[in-house]
Each structure stands twice: as C-alpha cells, then as structure tokens.
Nanobody, 125 residues
C-alpha cells in the first residue's frame, strides 16, 4: 500500500497562490491514478482534481478550472497542486489520494483507498 504525506498548506490572502505537494512512498507511485480532494468544515469531502498514471490526462471540478493545476513527477514520487487566484471559498483541508478502485469514477472518494493526513489551506478575504 502506498503511504502519502501532504505539505504546502498555509494562510494566504485572496488572490495569492500556493503549491501543495504529496510525497508517496511504498508501492510504485507511477502505478496509481492520483487525486486531490478537499473538505471544508461541515461539508462533505469534495473532488478537486485527478491525474492519470503518466500525467497525460487530468480532470478538475468546475470551480477550480483555470486556477488550479495538478501535476506529478513519477521520478520523485510526488504529486502537486498549483493553486492560483485563491478565493476564500477554497478554504479547506486538502487531501491527496491514490485511486485503488480501477473502474471507480475519478471524482468519487470511494474510488481511492490510500489517503494522506491532509494539509490546511486558509484563504482570507
């Protein structure tokens, strides 16, 4: 099983940028479809973005399209989420996850069997 650790969260102002990282160890990172999710207080965990094994295919929730970019470096066993033009509504705990259900939808948390501990992103207005 892959072990995931997020980093890069913090407190920023609206319009600022952050880059989250997800470092993987354990089984071969490149064999996993990967995703970013977020969860705000009192809300369900929400899909943010996903990326295919080689990075050739990506997907985003509509609310972050054009502002967030997901990427991965398989040589470094690391996935990234570049977040630009941050808004207060982006405030949440951000989690990276490895997709372990092959035929499951990319946007469903149930398709992911390995999760990091989360990193807090707070955007002030």
């Amino acid at each position: 099983q892959v072990h995931l650790v997020e980093s890069g969260g913090g407190l920023v102002q609206a319009g600022d940028s952050l880059r989250l990282s997800c470092a993987a160890s354990g089984r071969t990172f490149s064999t996993y479809y990967m995703g970013w999710f977020r969860q705000a207080p009192g809300k369900e965990r929400e899909f943010v973005a996903s990326i295919s094994w080689t990075g050739g295919s990506t997907s985003y929730v509509d609310s972050v399209k054009g502002r967030f970019t997901i990427s991965r470096d398989n040589a470094k066993n690391t996935m990234y989420l570049q977040m630009n033009s941050l808004k207060p509504e982006d405030t949440a705990v951000y989690y990276c996850a490895a997709k372990t259900v092959r035929i499951g939808p990319e946007s469903s948390p149930r398709s992911y069997g390995a999760w990091g501990q989360g990193t807090q992103v707070t955007v002030s207005s």
